[in-house]
């Protein structure tokens, strides 16, 4: 049973455009979301995280809104780069186990030029 | 930034052979790393926790006798997957936390593609 879902796999999106990751969770005990970025070749590295308390983060280009009555949150990159070409990972933990991370599937991010 | 060198990046070896996974961290000590298995279009699978001097906490379901890891120093922790088979084909990757209970603060290595034939 997966308990972080990222239901596409991949996106594509024209260069300047917002790009919007989404990823869905069933365990209500999730209290902490990270999204980890990763390109071929490399590890995944930390781009954003946010708590259960708040609905919405921002850091620079990079959004992440939290809507926990759905149990859905989504990344917002606006606007997208080609460098931004990646697969993004989203992640979930639950409270007290910081690093005891629930992995999606990822996606797969195309910024077409 | 905080590096974590994983080798070999890529592995094939023939069925009953065993395989060791190197992960160190570069620029700081880490008192945790974690061990992942991925496998084609699927999530991240948290293996196993490894902490410095102690025995590793293997998640339900992964083989400690199959998958043995060890953690001797606070710069290395390898895994070595005994007496491959097939299914043990998959992407391996490591992670490493310079401090305690931030997951922002996990570094990954570049992950091993273990093929067996």
């Known amino acids: 049973d997966q308990q972080v879902k990222q239901n596409s796999p991949s996106l594509s999106v024209q260069e300047g455009r917002i790009s919007i990751l989404n990823c869905d969770y069933t365990?209500?005990?999730?209290?902490?979301f990270l999204w980890y970025k990763k390109y071929p070749a490399e590890g995944p590295t930390f781009l954003i995280s946010i708590s259960s308390i708040k609905d919405k983060n921002e850091d620079g280009r990079f959004t992440v809104f939290l809507n926990k009555s759905a149990k859905h949150l989504s990344l917002h990159i606006v606007p997208s780069q080609p460098g931004d070409s990646a697969v993004y990972f989203c992640?979930?933990?639950?409270?007290?186990?910081?690093?005891?991370?629930?992995w999606g599937a990822g996606t797969k991010l195309i910024i077409k030029p | 930034g905080a590096v974590v060198s994983q080798h070999p990046s890529r592995v094939i070896c023939k069925s009953g052979t065993s395989v060791k996974i190197e992960c160190r961290s570069l620029d700081f000590q880490a008192t945790t790393m974690f061990w992942y298995r991925q496998f084609p279009k699927q999530s991240l699978m948290l293996m196993a926790t490894?902490?410095?001097?102690?025995?590793?906490?293997?998640e339900q379901g992964v083989e400690k006798d199959k998958f043995l890891i060890n953690h001797a120093s606070l710069t290395l922790s390898t895994l070595t997957v005994t007496s491959a088979h097939p299914e043990d084909s998959s992407f391996y990757i490591c992670s490493a936390q310079n401090y305690r209970g931030l997951a922002e603060k996990l570094f990954f290595g570049s992950g091993t593609q273990l093929s067996v034939l």
């Open positions: 365990n209500s005990m999730f209290d902490y």
């Open positions: 992640a979930a933990s639950a409270a007290g186990s910081n690093y005891q991370l629930i």
């Open positions: 490894s902490n410095e001097g102690s025995k590793a906490t293997y």
